[in-house]
C-alpha cells in the first residue's frame, strides 16, 4: 500500500510560480510511476505531468507543457511539480497519484491505483 501526501499550494497571481511536493510513504516500488492530476469542479480531472521513478522519464499536457516541471528525489520519496508562468485557468485541485509502472499513457488516471488528497491552488 502507498500513502501520498501533498503540499506546497495556495494563491498566488498571475504570472507567478509556485512548487507542491508529493511525498510517498509505504512499499514504493522502484518502477512506480507518479502524476499529477488537477481537478475543478463540475471539470474531468486532468493529468498534467508524469514521471518514471526508473529512468526518470516524463510527460506533460500541452496545457502545461513549457511551463510546468515534474522532478523527483528518490531518496526522499519525493516528486515535486514547479508551476510556472501560473494562469487563473490553472486554478484547481491538486492531486499526486501513483501507478505500478509507467504505461504507454502516463497522464491517463485509469492505471493509477493510489490517490493523495490534493492541494489547492489558486490563480488570480
Known amino acids: 500500500h502507498v500513502q501520498l501526501v501533498e503540499s506546497g499550494g495556495g494563491s498566488v497571481q498571475s504570472g507567478g510560480s509556485l512548487r507542491l511536493s508529493c511525498a510517498a510513504s509505504g512499499v514504493i516500488g522502484s518502477s512506480m510511476c507518479i502524476g499529477w492530476f488537477r481537478q475543478t469542479p463540475g471539470k474531468e480531472r486532468e493529468g498534467v505531468a508524469a514521471?518514471?521513478?526508473?529512468?526518470?522519464?516524463?510527460d506533460y499536457s500541452d496545457s502545461v507543457k513549457g511551463r510546468f516541471t515534474i522532478s523527483q528525489d528518490n531518496a526522499k520519496l519525493k516528486t515535486y511539480l514547479m508551476m510556472n508562468s501560473l494562469k487563473p485557468e490553472d486554478t484547481a485541485m491538486y492531486i499526486c497519484a501513483a501507478a505500478l509502472r509507467c504505461g504507454s499513457r502516463p497522464l491517463s488516471q485509469g492505471q493509477y491505483l493510489f490517490w493523495g488528497r490534493g492541494t489547492q491552488v489558486t490563480v488570480s
Open positions: 514521471i518514471c521513478r526508473i529512468g526518470g522519464g516524463t
